[in-house]
């Protein structure tokens, strides 16, 4: 419209300046072809215009390629910084005279500073139906929105565990070796927390709240690297006919950071425990029985893993807090 005002004015000048300066004949001719002039006038503005919308919306389209490309490089970019990170990792070579638990700390590193993973893993088997399973994952993610939550199967398992622990042969050894399923479950759960560490649940609990709310106020997530619960705080005096230790720590809840020393020192005396069953032949105990599971890769060895963490840690004379919070 701009362009067609100009025009018009340009046009409205013209004609003052012929009629000062022509006969009556000339000025009627001017007024005879004067439609046609406008008419000409507006159609030019008005290509003018097309062509300027043309060109804004040409280089609006360029600028959504320009960004397109630049999402996919930026993708690509980080694709293959993972990558690199991985085979820088995978040419770090521990030294030849390591011990176990100085492979697995290498490997695996322990930042108590860290935040917890927002990661949520259960496990199930084909003895429980999709549905009850889809009803139980429904309720943990309705409660903790944005966690990534995975429910693995035993053949993603044994993928994974081979996957990640394939530098160190010990750990695929024992996987293999643990007689039945319980066990090698136990013996995964510390493994994926050690790897990455969030909340590891047993698929037959549900959360009363949500788990950035298991932190009290007063305490801080960075002094803090290993949360769990109590699972039996026993008073009868034949207690030891259902569980290893009076106070019991449980294993069907853990939330941890990844590579924690606990998650670390449990899992080096699963191998030398399974290994040396092996070696003696003794792989084949009654399984019925809890207090044989509790004690070879459940809640009684994970009692006396914590126990002996909380008893190094008192006898290093470090004060202030710890790295582990108990949940009653």
Same mark, same amino acid.
């Given at each position: 419209?701009?362009?067609?005002? @100009?025009?018009? @004015?340009?046009? =409205?000048?013209?004609?003052?300046?012929?009629?000062?300066?022509?006969?009556?004949?000339?000025?009627?001719?001017?007024?005879?072809?004067?439609?046609?002039?406008?008419?000409?006038?507006?159609?030019?503005?008005?290509?003018?215009?097309?062509?300027?919308?043309?060109?804004?919306?040409?280089?609006? &389209?360029?600028?959504?390629?320009?960004?397109?490309?630049?999402?996919?490089?930026? &993708?690509?970019?980080?694709?293959?910084?993972?990558?690199?990170?991985?085979?820088?990792?995978?040419?770090?070579?521990?030294?030849?005279?390591?011990?176990?638990?100085?492979?697995?700390?290498?490997?695996?590193?322990?930042?108590?500073?860290?935040?917890?993973?927002?990661?949520?893993?259960?496990?199930?088997?084909?003895?429980?139906?999709?549905?009850?399973?889809?009803?139980?994952?429904?309720?943990?993610?309705?409660?903790?929105?944005?966690?990534?939550?995975?429910?693995?199967?035993?053949?993603?398992?044994?993928?994974?565990?081979?996957?990640?622990?394939?530098?160190?042969?010990?750990?695929?050894?024992?996987?293999? =070796?643990? +007689?039945?399923?319980?066990?090698?479950?136990?013996?995964?759960?510390?493994?994926?927390?050690?790897?990455?560490?969030?909340?590891?649940?047993?698929?037959?609990?549900? +959360?009363?709240?949500?788990?950035?709310?298991?932190?009290?106020?007063?305490?801080?997530?960075?002094?803090?690297?290993?949360?769990?619960?109590?699972?039996?705080?026993?008073?009868?005096?034949?207690?030891? #006919?259902?569980?290893?230790?009076?106070?019991?720590?449980?294993?069907?809840? @853990?939330?941890?950071?990844?590579?924690?020393?606990?998650?670390?020192?449990?899992?080096?005396?699963?191998?030398?425990?399974?290994?040396?069953?092996?070696?003696?032949?003794?792989?084949?105990?009654?399984?019925?029985?809890?207090?044989?599971?509790?004690?070879? #890769?459940?809640?009684?060895?994970?009692?006396?893993?914590?126990?002996?963490?909380?008893?190094?840690?008192?006898?290093?004379?470090?004060?202030?807090?710890?790295?582990?919070?108990?949940?009653?």
């Amino acid at each position: 419209m701009l362009f067609a005002v @100009i025009a018009l @004015i340009s046009l =409205a000048l013209a004609v003052r300046y012929l009629f000062h300066n022509s006969n009556a004949t000339d000025l009627q001719k001017i007024l005879q072809n004067l439609p046609k002039e406008i008419s000409q006038s507006i159609n030019y503005a008005n290509t003018i215009q097309s062509t300027d919308s043309d060109l804004v919306q040409h280089f609006e &389209k360029l600028a959504q390629e320009i960004r397109h490309q630049q999402d996919v490089q930026a &993708k690509q970019f980080d694709k293959q910084r993972k990558i690199l990170e991985k085979k820088i990792q995978d040419l770090k070579q521990t030294p030849p005279e390591a011990t176990l638990r100085e492979r697995i700390a290498f490997t695996f590193p322990y930042d108590s500073h860290a935040k917890f993973p927002a990661f949520i893993w259960q496990t199930w088997s084909n003895d429980q139906s999709p549905e009850s399973v889809q009803d139980i994952k429904g309720m943990w993610e309705s409660k903790n929105p944005g966690f990534a939550h995975e429910v693995l199967n035993h053949d993603v398992i044994n993928a994974l565990v081979h996957h990640y622990f394939y530098s160190i042969p010990e750990i695929l050894e024992t996987y293999e =070796a643990l +007689p039945s399923v319980i066990l090698k479950i136990d013996f995964f759960k510390y493994l994926i927390l050690l790897v990455h560490g969030g909340v590891y649940a047993d698929i037959d609990t549900f +959360p009363v709240q949500p788990i950035p709310n298991w932190i009290p106020e007063e305490l801080s997530p960075s002094d803090i690297g290993l949360i769990v619960g109590v699972e039996e705080d026993a008073q009868r005096a034949d207690w030891r #006919t259902k569980y290893i230790r009076r106070l019991q720590f449980g294993t069907w809840i @853990i939330q941890a950071k990844p590579g924690h020393p606990i998650l670390r020192e449990i899992i080096a005396q699963i191998i030398e425990t399974t290994l040396q069953r092996k070696k003696d032949d003794q792989l084949s105990v009654n399984l019925r029985n809890d207090l044989n599971i509790m004690s070879w #890769t459940g809640s009684g060895l994970w009692t006396d893993t914590i126990f002996t963490y909380f008893n190094d840690f008192m006898r290093s004379g470090v004060r202030g807090k710890g790295h582990m919070e108990i949940i009653p």
